[in-house]
């Protein structure tokens, strides 16, 4: 490995033969380079997935009501569904173990104002839990707090939007903002990844909402963040369960799909990762078929090199090179070509999804990339298929006889 009259003989042989040199690591490079930027573009669906559904909890299960469209225990059709504050806590009461965050929410449409500024805002009455089932990060001040539901106090907590539209100066917190009328005290600022249309929402206290609304214990959705260490499956089922203890304590029919909707995602993650599963196996496919491309191009270069140099193998022989040294000298100029093409390939792949970037965003691939793992796992692949695609022709030729090789053509 370490003899320098053989590093002497491989560097002089590729510089005697750039044609070939180029043809050999050429195979490797775009081997490694088609791999990595395949499977850059597959992470970069998934991510796009994953932000997908990262708006909002991921374990979210969200219960509303409407409208019924069948007849049931002598009740009519057509008849509005609504749920209250008893109708949460039975929800969230029910399997407790299974919840891991919760909230009721009760929405209005509101005229808010301050100073000469106004505009209607989704105005949500919510509990303290919302900023974890919306995701939301606190930009100024706080959230809701317990005391504020408890004491129905005339707090509010405003999205980046709002602040933007109405307040153009100076700190949110601690200003009054008039909402249908009423005075209430900014106490914190949050930002949303669901973008613009989260972050002009406005949350206040429920029991406040419900008490402005002339004493009504009304609910208009109840979320549920399911915990994280149920399976998909018995999310869904758990979802089901829901929607049934709720049809029948409002008296809908099991049949009814109007009246009670419960919206799971644990749905849409389980169609999602089964989805996610057939792109990884399709991208792995391809990736791998690549690699197995690149493996086979290089073996058939190196069983060509060796037959191109069976002379010179002949030569070698008669003036007493050993078979072992003969092999030695062409399996070393095999790793080392196939190494510094290797890296090569690596360089271009990782520079190409660098430069790809997120500028395939509007087709659902985000920050493309490939983990090291992977990368290191292809490229000793390669090098250890140039290994052994030289090795193999090149046993063979170091048994032929002296004068068998000479007369070759």
Same mark, same amino acid.
């Given at each position: 490995?370490?003899?320098?009259?053989?590093?002497?003989?491989?560097?002089?042989?590729?510089?005697?033969?750039?044609?070939?040199?180029?043809?050999?690591?050429?195979?490797?490079?775009?081997?490694?380079?088609?791999?990595?930027?395949?499977?850059?573009?597959?992470?970069?669906?998934?991510?796009?997935?994953?932000?997908?559904?990262?708006?909002?909890?991921?374990?979210?299960?969200?219960?509303?009501?409407?409208?019924?469209?069948?007849?049931?225990?002598?009740?009519?059709?057509?008849?509005?569904?609504?749920?209250?504050?008893?109708?949460?806590?039975?929800?969230?009461?029910?399997?407790?173990?299974?919840?891991?965050?919760?909230?009721?929410?009760?929405?209005?449409?509101?005229?808010?104002?301050?100073?000469?500024?106004?505009?209607?805002?989704?105005?949500?009455?919510?509990?303290?839990?919302?900023?974890?089932?919306?995701?939301r990060?606190?930009?100024?001040?706080?959230?809701?707090?317990?005391?504020?539901?408890?004491?129905?106090?005339?707090?509010?907590?405003?999205g980046?939007m709002?602040?933007?539209?109405?307040?153009k100066?100076?700190?949110?917190?601690?200003?009054?903002?008039?909402?249908?009328g009423?005075?209430?005290?900014?106490?914190?600022?949050?930002?949303?990844?669901?973008?613009?249309?989260? @972050? !002009?929402?406005?949350? $206040?206290?429920?029991?406040?909402?419900?008490q402005? /609304?002339? %004493? &009504?214990?009304?609910?208009?959705t =109840?979320?549920?963040?399911?915990?994280?260490?149920?399976?998909?499956?018995?999310?869904?089922?758990?979802g089901?369960?829901?929607?049934?203890?709720?049809?029948?304590?409002?008296?809908?029919?099991?049949?009814?799909?109007n009246?009670?909707?419960?919206?799971?995602?644990?749905?849409?993650?389980?169609?999602?990762?089964?989805?996610?599963?057939?792109?990884?196996?399709?991208?792995?496919?391809?990736?791998?078929?690549?690699?197995?491309?690149?493996?086979?191009?290089?073996?058939?270069?190196?069983?060509?090199?060796?037959? @191109? !140099?069976?002379?010179? $193998?002949?030569?070698?022989?008669?003036?007493?090179? /050993?078979? %072992? &040294?003969?092999?030695?000298?062409? =399996?070393?100029?095999?790793?080392?070509?196939?190494?510094?093409?290797?890296?090569?390939?690596?360089?271009?792949?990782?520079?190409?999804?660098?430069?790809?970037g997120?500028?395939?965003?509007?087709?659902?691939?985000?920050?493309?990339?490939?983990?090291?793992?992977?990368?290191?796992?292809?490229?000793?692949?390669?090098?250890f298929?140039?290994?052994?695609?030289?090795?193999?022709?090149?046993?063979?030729?170091?048994?032929?006889?002296?004068?068998?090789?000479?007369?070759?053509?």
């Amino acid at each position: 490995m370490f003899d320098l009259d053989r590093w002497q003989e491989i560097f002089s042989s590729i510089r005697s033969n750039v044609l070939r040199t180029v043809l050999s690591g050429f195979t490797v490079a775009l081997g490694l380079f088609i791999f990595i930027v395949l499977f850059g573009i597959g992470k970069g669906l998934q991510n796009a997935f994953t932000e997908g559904f990262a708006r909002d909890a991921q374990n979210l299960i969200s219960i509303f009501t409407g409208k019924t469209t069948i007849a049931y225990n002598g009740l009519q059709s057509d008849r509005q569904v609504t749920m209250n504050n008893e109708d949460y806590d039975f929800l969230v009461n029910n399997d407790k173990e299974k919840v891991g965050y919760s909230t009721p929410r009760y929405t209005a449409n509101l005229m808010v104002k301050y100073g000469k500024e106004s505009g209607n805002y989704q105005i949500n009455g919510a509990d303290t839990e919302e900023k974890y089932i919306e995701n939301r990060k606190m930009l100024e001040g706080r959230y809701l707090s317990p005391m504020d539901l408890v004491r129905k106090q005339n707090v509010a907590v405003i999205g980046r939007m709002v602040q933007r539209d109405l307040i153009k100066n100076g700190s949110p917190v601690g200003k009054d903002l008039d909402i249908n009328g009423t005075m209430f005290k900014i106490v914190g600022v949050f930002s949303d990844d669901g973008g613009d249309w989260d @972050e !002009r929402h406005i949350t $206040i206290p429920i029991t406040t909402l419900q008490q402005m /609304k002339k %004493g &009504s214990d009304t609910v208009s959705t =109840v979320y549920i963040a399911y915990d994280e260490h149920l399976t998909p499956d018995q999310a869904i089922k758990y979802g089901d369960e829901l929607k049934e203890r709720l049809k029948s304590r409002k008296n809908v029919s099991p049949d009814d799909e109007n009246g009670v909707r419960v919206w799971n995602n644990a749905q849409n993650m389980s169609d999602t990762f089964m989805f996610m599963t057939v792109l990884t196996g399709i991208v792995g496919f391809i990736g791998l078929g690549t690699l197995l491309a690149g493996i086979i191009g290089i073996s058939n270069i190196m069983v060509y090199i060796v037959k @191109e !140099r069976t002379k010179e $193998i002949g030569v070698r022989k008669a003036i007493g090179a /050993k078979p %072992g &040294s003969i092999v030695a000298l062409i =399996v070393q100029e095999s790793v080392v070509i196939t190494v510094v093409s290797g890296f090569v390939g690596v360089g271009l792949g990782v520079l190409a999804l660098n430069l790809i970037g997120d500028n395939l965003e509007e087709y659902f691939i985000k920050s493309p990339n490939v983990g090291w793992f992977e990368i290191i796992a292809a490229f000793i692949a390669l090098v250890f298929s140039g290994l052994i695609a030289g090795f193999v022709p090149a046993y063979r030729a170091s048994k032929i006889k002296p004068i068998e090789a000479l007369r070759t053509e």
